[in-house]
């Protein structure tokens, strides 16, 4: 992938907002930042990014066509402050997985990190993240955050228990029954190198509008050859937010079948494949009868062809499969399961 010349003035090209960058080699961190119908948000967020901003990090603002508020106008208005910022429109929605991808292609830094327009981070966080990945000298870092609903914080932990320290990252996806680095997808939640782009890992899937990070993580941990856990707790992860596709109960909420689908689909080549799909099955499994527990806040449409794409994945496992991936899941999920299903006499609470 060919560098560009790092302009001084953003603008020339379609979609790109005028402001002023400051001439300097490639920055050593791109800030990705997609944002849609956040406009109550952008304050907070720019805000973080100033008190996290330096010379040799640039921050890249991706504007995915709001729809019921001024984003865009106040992204404008607000980054004037933030240096070596820009804010780049997308001509029409496409998604947050899409809106990464456009923010990926924009950067220059050595390395990459992502933040959600309605979130925001701790003063001098980004300089912590960069100083961890360059003294552990690893592909990826992984870090903890802070959940905040309403007035609420809680410090929500990486999965993994090993802290500082390089590790191959296939060492973190088993085992099944437990909770592990692949069921911690959020890409907000660490630093990542530039190499890993150029070996085709760090690009979502074009469209997907929900679990967009399921196949990245299953990507980074099948195929990165380092990575490590740091115990960072600056990004603060807003939940219950209005306007989240997590509070919307529309059709976009099933990609999660073909977010899953696909790592099943990419699992087929892997050395290991037999031990990781029966993850990658439970890991299914749970979402699905996530969605099926919570299916009243679909409208009745949706509903119905969650539970119609519901039976057809089931119906591709078999029911040894199932035994396997549902233990101990509990008795609620496995009885929804089995509704959808059919047959599963054999499966165990």
């Not at 699992?267 to 527990?293: F, S, T």
């Amino acid at each position: 992938m060919r560098r560009r010349d790092f302009p001084t003035v953003t603008g020339t090209c379609p979609g790109e907002s005028p402001g002023v960058r400051v001439p300097s080699l490639p920055p050593k961190l791109s800030v990705i930042v997609p944002c849609f119908n956040i406009e109550g948000y952008v304050p907070d967020t720019v805000t973080s990014l100033v008190n996290n901003a330096k010379d040799e990090f640039e921050f890249i603002f991706v504007e995915d066509r709001s729809t019921k508020d001024r984003t865009y106008e106040a992204l404008l208005h607000l980054t004037k402050r933030l240096k070596n910022s820009r804010v780049i429109r997308h001509e029409q929605n496409g998604g947050l997985a899409t809106a990464r991808n456009t923010g990926i292609d924009a950067a220059e830094g050595r390395y990459l990190t992502f933040l959600d327009g309605d979130d925001w981070l701790a003063p001098g966080y980004l300089a912590r993240l960069v100083d961890t990945v360059e003294r552990l000298d690893v592909d990826f870092v992984r870090t903890d955050h802070v959940q905040v609903t309403g007035v609420g914080r809680s410090v929500h932990r990486a999965p993994e228990g090993r802290r500082h320290t390089p590790l191959d990252p296939r060492t973190s996806i088993l085992p099944v029954d437990d909770t592990t680095m692949v069921d911690y997808p959020y890409a907000w939640a660490g630093i990542y190198h530039r190499r890993l782009l150029d070996r085709g890992l760090l690009r979502f899937h074009d469209g997907l509008r929900t679990a967009e990070d399921r196949p990245w993580i299953w990507a980074l941990h099948r195929r990165a050859d380092s990575y490590a856990v740091a115990s960072l707790r600056g990004v603060f992860y807003r939940r219950g937010v209005a306007s989240s596709l997590t509070q919307i109960g529309d059709v976009r909420q099933l990609d999660f079948f073909r977010s899953f689908d696909l790592v099943l689909g990419e699992l087929a080549d892997d050395p290991e494949a037999g031990r990781l799909r029966k993850k990658a099955l439970r890991n299914y499994c749970v979402v699905i009868a996530h969605q099926l527990l919570a299916r009243d806040r679909f409208e009745r449409s949706v509903a119905a062809r969650l539970r119609q794409l519901a039976a057809e994945a089931l119906g591709r496992m078999t029911e040894e499969e199932l035994a396997d991936a549902l233990v101990g899941m509990g008795e609620e999920r496995v009885h929804v399961l089995r509704r959808i299903r059919g047959g599963m006499k054999g499966v165990a609470a």
